[in-house]
């Protein structure tokens, strides 16, 4: 069966500083991945997705960077992070060719 | 473009009563449509799809939403609450199962339980 795993899974970083979320898939091959962010009270925002190794799309431009070294693993980083970065971060996979995201179990991270 | 609203951010009804979450959508092509569910501080579980079959899914824990065309919506509902039902829910469109599978998701609604 597949999992997605999300690490870590809370994270507390000082504004300016550099930041790297993993999200790892198994039991799957060329998925489609995706990050969101959820702010608190909000809804969530598709940041970036990935059809395959290299290809990244980024849906808002913001402080944030993503990169898929591998086929199901997939890199959410800042060079200096901001407050308003501040949320909870959610990576998901899609199987190529199916209908439905799964989502892993999310990254919370407060930018003090 | 598509897009998704949901009617009311919070919901509260008591134990035993009817569910009842509404979600209309906007979409230019036949949409594909899911419900699902966030317990505080965890990641988002699907609750049910609808993939242009029947137009009434049945889904885990007892919901059901019903797919209306004429009225472009996709309710929620369930027939008794119960405690452990109080959560985030989120509805959620996408273009299909095209290259790129992005979903557009609602600003959720909040449920809450009464015992």
């Known amino acids: 069966s ?7 899974a809370t994270l ?3 504004v300016g500083s550099p930041l790297s979320l993993e999200c790892t898939v198994e039991g799957t091959s060329n998925p489609n991945l995706y990050w969101y962010r959820q702010a608190a009270g909000r809804g969530l925002q598709l940041l970036f997705y990935s059809v395959g190794i290299g290809q990244i799309s980024s849906e808002v431009p913001q402080n944030l960077s993503a990169s898929r070294p591998q086929d199901r693993q997939f890199i959410l980083s800042s060079k200096k992070l901001l407050l308003s970065d501040s949320g909870f971060y959610l990576c998901a996979w899609r199987g190529r060719g199916r209908e439905t995201q799964y989502f892993g179990p999310g990254t919370r991270l407060l930018v003090l | 473009a598509q897009s998704v609203t949901q009617l009311g951010s919070h919901v509260s009804v008591s134990e035993g009563a009817l569910v009842l979450l ?3 959508y906007s979409s230019s092509v036949p949409p594909y449509l899911f419900w699902y569910v966030q317990y505080p501080n965890q990641g988002l579980q699907l609750l049910l799809k609808y993939t242009s079959a029947a137009t009434l899914v049945k889904g885990i824990n007892g919901f059901e939403a ?3 065309k004429s009225e472009t919506s996709f309710h929620l509902t369930k ?3 119960h405690m452990s039902d109080a959560a985030e829910y989120f509805c959620a469109v996408s273009e ?3 290259n790129t599978g992005k979903l557009i998701f609602g600003q959720g609604t909040t449920l809450q339980v009464k015992p």
């Open chain 2, 22 to 24: 509404r979600c209309n």
């Open chain 2, 96 to 98: 299909g199962s095209g």
């Open chain 2, 66 to 68: 019903e797919f209306k």
């Open chain 2, 79 to 81: 027939p008794s609450a």
């Open chain 1, 2 to 8: 597949q999992t997605i795993h999300q690490w870590p």
């Open chain 1, 12 to 14: 507390v970083q000082p």
